[in-house]
């Protein structure tokens, strides 16, 4: 995990679910297959109805769909509200997003599965915050994430916004997931 995450924010609303970050019907791709993987970042958010009500900008495509080729999106962190990943336990949400290029979520809670799925696969680094963020930022600002600092940065303002501490997932984030921090204790 880098110390700083920077780029461009994508922001959604509450009770973003797992069908919605990736639809059930592209679940046909097999993400042990390279090709097929990159599938999930280019589908990845195409449940989300556009525009998003009441949010800033909310009408900005994640991927844009005009060049078949493409799998990734030009946001590197989404911006979410309350209980995002909720629904099925399905985890190919946090690897859709990870493989459109997505490296963090920051958002206020999230349904405990897609927390476990993003920590336990090394997908993207779930922060919390206790401030209503979806409000406070526009898809399309630049951001950046101290993650020693346990904070969100809003470049064109300078506004800092804190985070939760990661905890104990840290070290699973750092390692890459579950099985690489198992590797790494000498429990495999």
Not at 65 to 84: A, C, H, K, L, M
Request: aromatic content about 10%; hydrophobic content about 40%; charged content about 20%.
């Amino acid at each position: 995990m880098d110390e700083v995450i920077r780029g461009k924010a994508y922001v959604l609303g509450d009770d973003v679910d797992t069908d919605q970050i990736i639809p059930a019907h592209y679940l046909m791709y097999n993400p042990a297959i390279p090709e097929e993987r990159r599938q999930f970042g280019r589908y990845a958010l195409s449940g989300v109805p556009a525009p998003q009500a009441g949010l800033p900008d909310g009408n900005r495509p994640f991927v844009d769909q005009t060049d078949p080729e493409n799998t990734r999106s030009p946001y590197t962190i989404v911006i979410g509200g309350r209980n995002f990943g909720c629904g099925s336990s399905r985890e190919h949400a946090p690897l859709a997003l990870a493989e459109a290029g997505i490296q963090a979520v920051v958002a206020e809670f999230y349904a405990r599965i897609f927390f476990r799925n993003s920590v336990n696969g090394g997908y993207v680094v779930p922060f919390e915050t206790p401030e209503r963020l979806v409000e406070q930022v526009a898809t399309g600002d630049e951001v950046e994430i101290h993650t020693r600092e346990n904070c969100l940065v809003h470049r064109a303002t300078g506004w800092r916004f804190p985070l939760q501490p990661l905890g104990d997932v840290a070290p699973i984030i750092e390692a890459g997931g579950v099985f690489a921090y198992a590797r790494q204790a000498g429990m495999l």
